[in-house]
């Protein structure tokens, strides 16, 4: 009997030699299977990278242009020309008596109230994975017609007109800038995080800056 099984199964350490080559084997095909998956897995990460744009993309700002008020008391409020509104979304709406380059300059500021604040970001390109003080505040003049390049915080100091305007203030130094907007802030500092508006109802102090405004307005 032992004869017979020896010829159909082979010696012990013939059976042995075998179980490691099929151990071995199989551990091949394993990390095959999982060196397929990695790669396409890899491959579906760079499609869905291409398929991000490259700047910064807010599709709530287009959806609330195309919306009304939240409320009945919003609506009162821009009908009644007292100044312009943010709502809990962190976008704003301008008064309806607002020129246009106001309208312009809210709109713009929608689009970017929620990036994330990039140091540098906005300068050198409009459109920005995220935006500084100074490319926040350049992106939305230039929506309005009042800039043609990106400035820094500096540079606006000598931005247009000096003094308080009507409809727009911008406040800037060396270091910061922000504006009002038909009474609201718009400002990269004094948000709760990273994502919250830019927007602000909470006024600041403006010791330090110097204000600006674009003639007219």
Not at 18 to 32: L, P, S
Not at 68 to 77: I, Y
Not at 115 to 128: C, N
Request: overall charge positive.
């Amino acid at each position: 009997m032992l004869a017979e099984m020896t010829r159909r199964l082979g010696t012990p350490r013939r059976v042995t030699l075998t179980a490691r080559r099929h151990a071995r084997r199989a551990a091949q095909i394993a990390a095959r299977i999982r060196a397929a998956e990695r790669a396409r897995a890899a491959a579906a990460a760079r499609r869905a990278a291409a398929a991000q744009p490259a700047y910064w993309v807010d599709s709530g700002a287009a959806a609330l242009a195309a919306s009304n008020p939240t409320s009945t008391e919003e609506a009162a409020w821009l009908q009644g020309g007292r100044g312009g509104w943010v709502e809990p979304s962190g976008f704003a709406r301008a008064p309806v008596n607002a020129p246009d380059a106001i309208k312009a300059v809210i709109v713009a500021g929608n689009q970017i109230a929620r990036s994330p604040y990039i140091w540098g970001g906005g300068h050198g390109q409009w459109q920005d994975k995220g935006y500084d003080c100074s490319g926040s505040v350049s992106y939305a003049l230039a929506a309005g017609g009042m800039l043609g390049y990106t400035q820094t915080s500096g540079q606006l100091m000598n931005w247009g007109a000096p003094g308080p305007g009507r409809w727009l203030t911008i406040y800037a130094n060396d270091g910061h800038v922000f504006m009002y907007v038909a009474g609201l802030r718009f400002d990269t500092s004094g948000r709760a995080g990273d994502h919250s508006s830019r927007w602000q109802l909470a006024p600041r102090t403006a010791d330090g800056f110097v204000a600006r405004h674009y003639p007219g307005l």
